[in-house]
C-alpha cells in the first residue's frame, strides 16, 4: 500500500514518533504503515517537507483537511461537532455552506481542539531518539 507521502521510511518513523503512533489530530492509533504524513502549513500554501511542519496522521484525518490551514480544519471540525451532530444530525462542510447560503445558522458549537493540544497543551510530544 502506498503511505500517500513519497518520505523515506527513516522520516516517516521519526514523524510517527512525534505522537508514539497517534493521529496529530484526532488522537487513533494505528501502525506505521497505515500513517499518511501531513503538512501543518499546506504545501499549497508555502509548507515545507521540515520536521516541524510534518505530522503523523491518519488518513480520513488528512483526506479532511486537505489543503486547509490548522485554523480553517479546526473551524470546519468545530461546525461538524454543532450539537445538531449531538442529536445524531451531521452536516458535512458542502451542506453546511448550503444551510449558510439560505440564511440558516446552527447554534455555534464550542471550539475544537485537536488531540495533541489536549494531549500535549498544543505542543509535540517530545521525540525520543531509536535506532533505526
Not at 473551524?75 to 447560503?101: I, M, P, T
Amino acid at each position: 500500500m502506498s503511505n500517500g507521502n513519497n518520505f523515506s521510511a527513516g522520516k516517516r518513523l521519526r514523524v510517527s514518533q512525534k505522537t508514539y503512533g497517534q493521529c496529530w489530530y484526532c488522537g487513533t492509533h494505528f501502525a506505521l504503515d497505515r500513517m499518511t504524513v501531513d503538512h501543518i502549513n499546506p504545501r499549497m500554501r508555502g509548507g515545507h517537507h521540515n520536521m516541524d511542519n510534518l505530522v503523523p496522521c491518519y488518513r480520513s484525518c488528512n483526506c479532511s483537511k486537505r489543503t486547509r490551514s490548522l485554523e480553517e480544519f479546526r473551524d470546519l471540525k468545530r461546525r461538524e461537532r454543532s450539537d445538531w451532530a449531538s442529536k445524531g444530525v451531521s452536516f458535512n462542510e458542502r451542506q453546511l455552506e448550503y444551510l449558510e447560503s439560505l440564511g440558516l445558522r446552527l447554534p455555534e458549537p464550542p471550539p475544537h481542539r485537536f488531540w495533541y493540544e489536549e494531549r500535549y497543551g498544543g505542543e509535540a510530544a517530545p521525540i525520543q531518539e531509536s535506532p533505526v
